[in-house]
Each structure stands twice: as C-alpha cells, then as structure tokens.
C-alpha cells in the first residue's frame, strides 16, 4: 500500500475534529463535533468545560472518522496533532490522545502548529498551489501577513499588536446582543445595513507597516453603543454591523495590498475563520484581479477550526521526515 494516509486531531478550542487524508489531496472523512451550543451560555469558551468536552468526544470522533474512511489504524502513515496555540488544557487532551494512538500503531506522531494548519487548508483542494506565495491569516486568535517562500518556509512580515480581526468581531457582535461566534452574526445582520452610515477609524499604524491593530475600531463602536444608550437614543444595529464590518476589511486588504507590493508575489491565499467573511473574499478578488494575482482560499468549512487542515499540514511534516518525539507538549502560545 504505497498512499500516505493521516489521521489529523484538532482540539485547541472548541471544536473536536479528525480527518483522514490520503496523498495530502483526498479528504476521506471529516468528523467535526463542535461545543458552540455548550458554550454558547456563557457568550464565550469557557477553557475548563472545553477540555472536559474534548476528553468526551475525542475517541468517538476518532472512531468515526477512520470507520468513514474505511480504515483502522492499521491503514495510517502517521497521526497529526495540533500542539499549539490554543488552550492548554484542550490542547493536551488532542497530544495526549494522538501520542497514545500513534505509539500503540507504531506510527509518526507528527506536531502540527495550529496557525500553519490553517495556512494549510489552502493545499488540501489545491495541491498544486505555487511558491512564493502571501497569506492573510485571520481568525479568532490572530492576525498575519505571512510570506511562503516554500512548505514550512515562512516568514512572519506583519501581525496584530492587540486583538484579532476575529477576536473584534466577536465581542462587538456580544454587545450588540448578537450571539457567540460573532464573525457569522456580523456578517449576515451587515446585509441589511449602510457600510457608510458611521466612519469608524482604520489603524494603519506607521507608514508602511504591516501590523495590525484592532483595538481602537473596537472601542470606537463600543463607545458609540454606550453613549447612544446614555442619550436613550436607539442604534442601528445592522448599520453598525455593516460599518464596523466594512471598517474591518476596509485594513485587511489595505494591509494585504501593501504586503503584496512589497514582496511582489504572484499569489495569495485567505486563511483562518475570519476567511470564511464574504465581503472580504469578495474585495480581495476584485484587488487582486486588477493586478494579476492569483488568488485563492479554502470553502467555509475547511476556514474555521478542523483537523482536515491538521492531516493536511500533518501530510506535508511527514513528507519531511519532520517527526515530532514522544515527549511533545501542548505549547498555548506557539506563535509561526
Ligand atoms: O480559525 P477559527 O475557527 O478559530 C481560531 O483559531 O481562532 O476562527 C474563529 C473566528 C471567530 O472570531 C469568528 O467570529 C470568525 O472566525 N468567523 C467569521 C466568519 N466565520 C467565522 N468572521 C467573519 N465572517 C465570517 N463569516
Ligand atoms: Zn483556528
């Protein structure tokens, strides 16, 4: 049996997920079970009921995605694991939990950085994606411009100083009253607003830099809803949405032309669950297509948490002989 077949386990927040890949192309299965209604109560994760939840789900999760695959340990090349960031106490439940299977089937345990998994959706359906290449990766957690000369040949150009694009969206839309995760809730009540109707600021920070902040957009708007409610005066909520929405992606293209001018690479891909925003997609299409980049991203599913991506930056650790030992740690704040 020449295919490479892996197993990818991601547990560094609130979803428990595995995937078996096979030749770094072919998703097999996908098993997601997600502790968003758990969570939801409390209008965030709540670290402890999270790992409780993974040490539930994650053998059952496991079973269900080799028995998709119509597969048994057996049938794998090796086990990948997200090790960092995320949660620590969620974390060690996924290492724990893969050291356990791969030393039992006597395969690679393969250490997969969360941020790169997510980088990594993008070669899962396109495989044959060339280098050099720029990533925007946003997501609850973190903010990146990211340039890849190569597989696991990167370098960090920018990042957010202060809070995720991800991270903004979601506690705007918790005092909005709109419910936890934000990104999805923003997006659709944004429809029915005017993007224009409030000019929230755009931190670009010092000329030509390539970090992020998004602090100060979040303070403005919440600022706007305490004085508004001060004055008894009612808000728009959708066109808040839509401007806080709009100020959001109006600095992640900025920043992502700029990155693309001073590197000049050919090609861009979108990462992390912030990716899976429409308005984004859509003003990175339209920048890129005038000035001839290829430009790409995941489908909604494979933008959020999953171990789809793991198995898929697992497939390529592999591939280098890039093993991970038998005392790998859960490392929270692993950064790329
Ligand atoms: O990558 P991810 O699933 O988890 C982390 O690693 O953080 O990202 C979750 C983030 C949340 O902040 C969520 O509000 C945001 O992605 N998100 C979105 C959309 N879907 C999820 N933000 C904007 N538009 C969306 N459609
Ligand atoms: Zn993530």
Redesign the pocket.
């Known amino acids: 049996n020449k295919d490479i077949n892996i197993l990818g386990i991601e547990t560094?927040?609130d979803?428990t997920s595995a995937a078996v890949l096979r030749n770094g192309c072919d998703l097999l299965s996908h098993v997601i079970s997600s502790q968003i209604k758990t969570h939801q109560k409390y209008g965030g994760v709540v670290p402890e009921v999270a790992s409780r939840e993974h040490i539930l789900h994650l053998q059952s999760v496991v079973e269900q995605a080799l028995q998709e695959a119509k597969m048994g340990f057996g049938d794998l090349a090796g086990i990948a694991v997200t090790y960092g960031p995320?949660l620590v106490g969620s974390l060690l439940v996924g290492v724990a939990g893969a050291k356990a299977m791969a030393y039992a089937a006597g395969v690679p345990l393969l250490g997969v950085n969360?941020l790169e998994g997510?980088i990594y959706a993008n070669f899962l359906h396109n495989p044959d994606l060339e280098f050099p290449l720029l990533a925007l990766l946003v997501?609850?957690?973190?903010s990146h411009l990211v340039y890849f000369e190569g597989h696991g040949k990167y370098r960090v150009l920018g990042q957010t100083r202060d809070d995720?694009?991800?991270?903004a969206?979601?506690k705007v839309?918790r005092t909005l009253g709109l419910g936890y995760?934000?990104?999805?809730y923003?997006?659709k009540v944004a429809l029915e607003g005017n993007p224009h109707a409030y000019e929230f600021p755009r931190a670009m920070l010092e000329p030509g830099s390539l970090d992020f902040s998004f602090s100060g957009v979040k303070s403005a708007v919440l600022n706007t809803l305490n004085s508004a409610r001060m004055k008894g005066e009612t808000v728009n909520v959708a066109d808040v949405a839509a401007s806080f929405q709009e100020a959001i992606v109006d600095v992640l293209v900025r920043k992502t032309l700029l990155a693309l001018a001073k590197t000049k690479a050919p090609a861009l891909v979108l990462a992390?669950?912030?990716a899976?925003?429409?308005l984004?997609r859509e003003r990175l299409a339209e920048a890129t297509q005038k000035r001839r980049i290829a430009f790409s991203y995941p489908p909604?599913i494979l933008?959020?948490?999953n171990g789809a991506m793991i198995a898929t930056a697992g497939y390529y650790r592999y591939l280098a002989k890039d093993y991970a030992p038998w005392n790998l740690n859960a490392i929270p704040g692993l950064n790329l």
């Open positions: 560094s927040c979803e995320g969360h997510h997501s609850g957690g973190h995720a694009a991800g991270e969206l979601d839309a995760p934000g990104g999805p923003i997006q992390g669950g912030v899976a925003n429409t984004l909604s933008c959020t948490d």
